[in-house]
């Protein structure tokens, strides 16, 4: 999942969906112009092909750069801290945005009970590749299948299925 998809199960949460919206909106257009500026610099600086082959060309990016009077030499650690909680923080948004999708799947009234069902099957699931280049390239499918899956077929599928509550009552 990219991370907007969440926006769609917490905005029945929301007092007023219209300042969010707007709010969201804007979020969004700045983490998707920010990427852009990233991936430009990235391929100016390395090239396409040598930019493809980096694991990790935004801290290439930023290792190569020479900053005048900068006091931090090894920014490595810093950047790898604060990425580790961008995870962290966005892996807890998917758990919980899992969680009220199975509680209502289920009829479970706490969302928490839901929650503690998904952390074997993340667990098993991080059991499954044997190296950070298998993790990535099975990420990339995944959010690709996901991706494909919240923009194509879960828009239709809620319409048909509003179409049959609909005639149903």
Same mark, same amino acid.
């Given at each position: 999942m %990219? *991370?907007? !998809?969440?926006?769609?199960?917490?905005?029945p949460?929301?007092r007023?969906?219209d &300042?969010?919206?707007k709010?969201s909106?804007?979020a969004i257009?700045f $983490?998707?112009l920010l990427y852009v500026?990233i991936?430009?610099?990235?391929?100016?600086?390395f090239g396409?092909?040598?930019? %493809?082959t980096l694991?990790?060309?935004t801290l290439?990016?930023? &290792?190569?750069?020479d $900053?005048p009077g900068?006091f931090i #030499? *090894?920014?490595e650690?810093?950047l790898f801290?604060l990425?580790?909680?961008?995870?962290?923080t966005t892996?807890?948004?998917l758990?919980?945005?899992?969680s =009220?999708?199975g509680s209502?799947?289920? &009829?479970? @009234? #706490?969302?928490k009970?839901t929650?503690?069902?998904?952390?074997? =099957?993340i667990?098993?699931?991080?059991? =499954?590749p044997?190296?950070?280049? #298998?993790?990535? !390239?099975?990420?990339?499918k995944?959010?690709?299948?996901?991706?494909?899956?919240?923009?194509i077929?879960l828009?239709i599928l809620m319409?048909?299925?509003? @179409? $049959? &509550?609909?005639?149903?009552?």
């Open positions: %990219s *991370g907007f !998809e969440v926006l769609f199960l917490l905005f949460f929301i007023r969906p &300042k969010a919206l709010s909106l804007i257009s $983490i998707t500026i991936f430009i610099q990235c391929i100016a600086r396409v092909d040598y930019t %493809s694991l990790y060309p290439s990016l930023i &290792k190569s750069s $900053i900068a #030499e *090894g920014i650690g810093l801290s990425w580790i909680v961008l995870i962290f892996i807890v948004m758990i919980f945005a899992y =009220i999708v209502n799947l289920i &009829k479970q @009234k #706490e969302i009970h929650a503690i069902l998904f952390l074997p =099957i667990y098993v699931i991080s059991l =499954i044997d190296s950070i280049a #298998e993790t990535f !390239e099975l990420t990339d995944l959010v690709m299948f996901l991706g494909y899956y919240t923009i077929a828009p319409f048909i299925a509003s @179409k $049959i &509550k609909g005639a149903r009552g």
